[in-house]
């Protein structure tokens, strides 16, 4: 599986952003989709993920309300919906997929390369 993210950029507090990650290869095998994010200086961390099916989404407490993550099955896109941003939201943005519960739950199957995502004051 391959996984190319974009739509990273420059913006500023309070505007929005959308992330796209395309996947290309053995998506069949696809059991979930994440988005992950490393803050220099810090530790890759969680965001947000979403089954298969779409039916079920989870999200850091630091993004509920603010971050949506949904996905396109025509695309093979996964989107990631960036409202109300903040400058602690400064990251590398990261897709990744997942073949089997345990990796969606753990340790990601596939990475894709990272998007910028840097939010002024």
């Known amino acids: 599986v391959q996984l190319q993210a974009s739509g990273g950029g420059l913006v500023q507090a309070g505007d929005s952003l959308r992330l796209s990650c395309a996947a290309s290869?053995?998506?069949?095998?696809?059991?979930?989709m994440g988005w992950f994010r490393q803050a220099p200086g810090k530790e890759r961390e969680f965001v947000a993920r979403i089954t298969r099916s779409g039916l079920s989404t989870s999200y850091a407490e630091s993004v509920k309300g603010r971050f949506t993550i949904s996905r396109d099955d025509a695309k093979n896109t996964v989107y990631l919906q960036m409202n109300s941003l903040k400058p602690e939201d400064t990251a590398v943005y990261y897709c990744a997929s997942a073949t089997t519960i345990r990796s969606y739950y753990g340790e990601f199957d596939y990475w894709g390369q990272g998007t910028l995502v840097t939010v002024s004051s």
């Open positions: 290869g053995r998506t069949s095998s696809t059991y979930g």
